[in-house]
């Protein structure tokens, strides 16, 4: 058995079903790790999740990103149409109403301590401990599998201070913020930073990377996560970045994680500018 974790995909199909080949994939025999934003300003969104949602519980674990959010929020009017949103096919889908079910039991973060790594879209917040970080996700994770979904319609918002006792959606908007948008934190605080998204050498003063925040206590697992499109591919004794502008015109990539292997395609024309 091989665990492969693979980029952000954002509706493009035919560079995850060619990546997949690549890696001979057998849903019977391997398992996939996607860090999110599977949705969105690529061309098959409908079809990235059609497949997905169609593989067994057990040869498939996906976190959510923040466009996989945004594609929730929108199908309960917590925001509008964008001007590069590519979900409508997705969003008039006869089997829509299963594919977003799927997709709001997706969790925020996955484990695995046989293999030592762990999975969110943008990383892990520096200002929690482990146990902090689990806990914070299981809430917003309640919630998503919940009866209601018009708390969805609250969701956007930039909270990026975390305190013990923050309430209410101010909690909530952080612990997505942390676990779907963040980047960039405080060097002195950890603090999110939200509006930053260059790479880190562009990075304005007294901002670092979250994963270079020095962490009181250091994270059990290493973190694999994508989000970053400017960061590329980065891989150190603690993290594991794997978003390499697959939408933009750049590559697809997957790691096999039991031994480090990479493998990526090109994804044939950028359908998307690159923030």
């Known amino acids: 058995m091989a665990t492969y974790a693979i980029g952000d995909v954002q509706g493009c199909w035919q560079a995850l079903r060619r990546l997949l080949e690549v890696i001979a994939f ?21 079809e990235v999740v059609r497949f997905l949602a169609g593989l067994p519980e057990q040869s498939v674990a ?16 917590g925001v509008g149409r964008g001007d590069d949103d590519t979900l409508d096919a997705l969003l008039a889908a006869p089997d829509r109403d299963r594919l ?3 997709l709001r039991s ?45 708390w969805l319609a609250k969701l956007k918002g930039g909270e990026g201070k975390w305190r013990d006792d923050l309430e209410g959606m101010a909690r909530v908007r952080y612990i997505v ?41 250091p994270l059990p697992y290493r973190v694999v996560f994508g989000h970053w499109s400017l960061l590329g591919f980065y891989c150190d004794r603690q993290v594991l970045a794997v978003d390499t502008s697959c939408v933009y015109g750049g590559r697809l990539t997957a790691v096999r994680l039991e031994d480090g292997r990479v493998y990526s395609v090109s994804c044939p024309v950028a359908v998307a500018t690159e923030e």
């Open 26 to 46: 057998s849903p019977e025999r391997d398992r996939l790790w996607l860090v999110g934003d599977l949705v969105n300003r690529g061309p098959q969104s409908l």
């Open 62 to 77: 996906v976190v959510l990103g923040n466009h996989d959010l945004y594609c929730l929020m929108r199908a309960w009017g």
């Open 100 to 102: 977003l079910a799927w």
């Open 106 to 150: 997706r969790p925020l973060l996955v484990w695995d301590d046989r293999l030592g790594y762990a999975m969110a879209h943008a990383g892990v917040p520096p200002v929690w401990s482990w146990a902090g970080a689990v806990a914070a996700a299981a809430e917003v994770e309640a919630l998503l599998r919940g009866d209601s979904a018009g």
């Open 177 to 217: 913020n942390g676990f779907t948008r963040m980047r960039f934190v405080d060097e002195r605080t950890g603090d999110l930073e939200l509006k930053e998204k260059g790479p880190p050498y562009d990075a304005p003063r007294k901002v670092v990377p979250w994963f270079r925040f020095r962490r009181r206590i």
